[in-house]
Antibody, heavy 121, light 107 residues
Framework: QVPLVESGGGVVQPGRSLRLSCVASGASGFIFSASGMHWVRQAPGKDLEWVAFIWSDGSSEYYADSVKGRFTISRDNSKNTVHLQMNSLRAEDTALYYC???????????WGQGTLVTVSS | EIVLTQSPATLSLSPGERATLSCRASQTVSRSLAWYQQKPGQAPRLLIYDASNRATGIPARFSGSGSGTDFTLTISRLEPEDFAVYYCQQRTNWPLTFGGGTKVEIK
C-alpha cells in the first residue's frame, strides 16, 4: 500500500481560497518523485470527477474544464507532497477531495481517504 | 470530452450470482479503460486497467472485456464484500472521465 494523506479541507465562503495538501509515505518502495499525481473529487452522494494531474517532475499539468483557471496543482518532491490551490471557490466545488497516484498511464492505483471541502456562506 | 455511460444504474443480485456491468464510451477509447470499486465511506480501488488486466491483489472472479466503445466488468460469483459501486474511467483523452457508476446491491 502507498499511504496518501490529504489535509487542508474545511468550510470556506464562496469566492475565497483554500489549499489542499497530500503527503505520500515513502513506505513500500514508493518513489514519489517518479509518480504522477491526481486530484479527484466526489460531491456528497455523487459520482467521481477527475480534477487535475501533474507529471512526476512537475513539468506539465492537466485540469478539468470545471476548474481550469481557478485551481492549480503543484508538487514538492523534496517533501513528497502534492498541493491543490483552489481559488474563487463556488458552491459546486463542495466535495470530498482525493489525491491519487498515477499508475504510470493515467490509471489511479492508490488513493488517499480524502479531505472534505465545503463552500458555503 | 469523452462521456462514459454505465448501465444499469443499479443491479440487484444475490451472493453467488454473476454480475455483468456495462460501460459505453461516446467515442472510441481503444482498450484504455479502467474499472474501480468503491464501498461506502472508502476511497475507490482500482480493479481492472487496460480493459482486461487485473490490478495487483484483485481476485480472479473479477474480469474485464471489451474494446472501442463497449466494455464489460464481470464478477463471476458475488461475494458479500463485492456489494459496492463500480465506476469505469477512460484515459484516452484529457480530461480523464469517469462513468456515472453502477451500484451492485444485495437482492
Amino acid at each position: 500500500q502507498v499511504p496518501l494523506v490529504e489535509s487542508g479541507g474545511g468550510v470556506v465562503q464562496p469566492g475565497r481560497s483554500l489549499r489542499l495538501s497530500c503527503v505520500a509515505s515513502g513506505a513500500s518502495g514508493f518513489i514519489f518523485s517518479a509518480s504522477g499525481m491526481h486530484w479527484v473529487r466526489q460531491a456528497p452522494g455523487k459520482d467521481l470527477e477527475w480534477v487535475a494531474f501533474i507529471w512526476s517532475d512537475g513539468s506539465s499539468e492537466y485540469y478539468a474544464d470545471s476548474v481550469k483557471g481557478r485551481f492549480t496543482i503543484s508538487r514538492d518532491n523534496s517533501k513528497n507532497t502534492v498541493h491543490l490551490q483552489m481559488n474563487s471557490l463556488r458552491a459546486e466545488d463542495t466535495a470530498l477531495y482525493y489525491c491519487a497516484r498515477d499508475k504510470g498511464v493515467s490509471y489511479l492505483d492508490h488513493w488517499g481517504q480524502g479531505t472534505l471541502v465545503t463552500v458555503s456562506s | 470530452e469523452i462521456v462514459l455511460t454505465q448501465s444499469p444504474a443499479t443491479l440487484s443480485l444475490s451472493p453467488g450470482e454473476r454480475a455483468t456491468l456495462s460501460c459505453r464510451a461516446s467515442q472510441t477509447v481503444s482498450r484504455s479503460l479502467a474499472w474501480y470499486q468503491q464501498k461506502p465511506g472508502q476511497a475507490p480501488r482500482l480493479l481492472i486497467y487496460d480493459a482486461s488486466n487485473r490490478a495487483t491483489g484483485i481476485p480472479a472472479r473479477f474480469s474485464g472485456s471489451g474494446s472501442g466503445t463497449d466494455f464489460t466488468l464481470t464478477i463471476s460469483r458475488l461475494e458479500p464484500e463485492d456489494f459496492a459501486v463500480y465506476y469505469c474511467q477512460q484515459r484516452t483523452n484529457w480530461p480523464l472521465t469517469f462513468g456515472g457508476g453502477t451500484k451492485v446491491e444485495i437482492k
